[in-house]
């Protein structure tokens, strides 16, 4: 194992360890399945896109940041950028481009049948923020390489921010609850359980809201956000109206879930209309 897969083994390890003691320790919703039921197919999912990543893709981001490196690609090697500053420049630059991947996953149907495994799960917890077909995954692992090479991201900055996009999925899908005014105040830096629940809402207006992962700054910048959802977090409806059975939830419906042909396979065919 080298030693960017250990780095990141490693902290995922730790911090869906973490998150699952504090959803254990404090729930946020009453579930509608056990976590037999939903876990062990989720984290199939999870082990079936490593392995994949691990014969197609491995290391590829890093390796294109290498790359980039050794030629000076990217507009952070055209300049004389103190190496902290292009550091978190690139890692926030980074962070703006999977909102927009996301933005785009829910706007065109082709992607949107991919993006739509994530969000047919019909509970929202830690496994959730694991649970995207590896074809999703293979997509956005094309978008992230070539947003390192034009953004001349160093190796560092995007290994340490796929450890962090991990870490907060795992995070803002938690099944936790955190105080009322701890979640108002950190929403302005990261986005909260709370803040991403809603984005899983059955709902298309409150789904189509929230896209943010990692930092919360892009919708509120770009006019995507939402505070909260209109039935509250308790009421709302958890994930797409297609997909509702216990079977939906298995490791083999998931991974042929985007060739089906259901109603309401697009967002656009939801309950309510934009606005």
Not at 23 to 45: K, Y
Not at 90 to 103: E, K, P, R
Not at 194 to 199: A, E, I, S, V
């Amino acid at each position: 194992m080298t030693s960017e897969a250990f780095i990141r083994l490693a902290a995922f390890s730790a911090v869906f360890a973490a998150v699952a003691l504090w959803e254990l320790a404090a729930p946020r919703r009453r579930p509608t399945f056990s976590r037999r039921e939903r876990w062990p197919h989720n984290l199939g999912l999870l082990l079936v896109d490593a392995i994949v990543l691990r014969v197609l893709a491995p290391g590829a981001a890093v390796a294109v940041a290498l790359l980039a490196q050794e030629r000076g690609w990217g507009f952070l090697n055209l300049f004389a950028f103190a190496p902290a500053l292009a550091f978190v420049v690139a890692v926030v630059l980074l962070d703006l481009v999977i909102y927009f991947q996301h933005v785009t996953f829910h706007a065109v149907p082709t992607l949107w049948r991919l993006h739509r495994v994530h969000h047919a799960d019909l509970d929202f917890d830690l496994t959730t923020g694991t649970r995207f077909h590896p074809i999703e995954i293979l997509i956005s692992i094309v978008i992230k390489c070539a947003a390192v090479a034009a953004i001349g991201a160093s190796p560092a900055a995007v290994l340490v921010f796929e450890v962090l996009l991990n870490a907060t999925a795992m995070f803002n899908h938690a099944n936790a609850s955190l105080p009322r005014i701890v979640d108002r105040w950190l929403r302005w830096l990261l986005v909260t359980p709370d803040m991403h629940r809603l984005h899983h809402s059955v709902e298309y207006d409150e789904s189509s809201s929230n896209f943010g992962f990692n930092l919360p700054w892009w919708d509120r910048l770009f006019g995507t956000y939402r505070a909260q959802p209109r039935l509250g977090h308790d009421a709302m409806t958890i994930g797409v109206d297609a997909f509702r059975s216990a079977d939906d939830l298995r490791l083999d419906q998931l991974l042929i879930q985007p060739f089906r042909n259901t109603p309401g396979q697009y967002p656009i065919n939801r309950r309510h209309a934009p606005g």
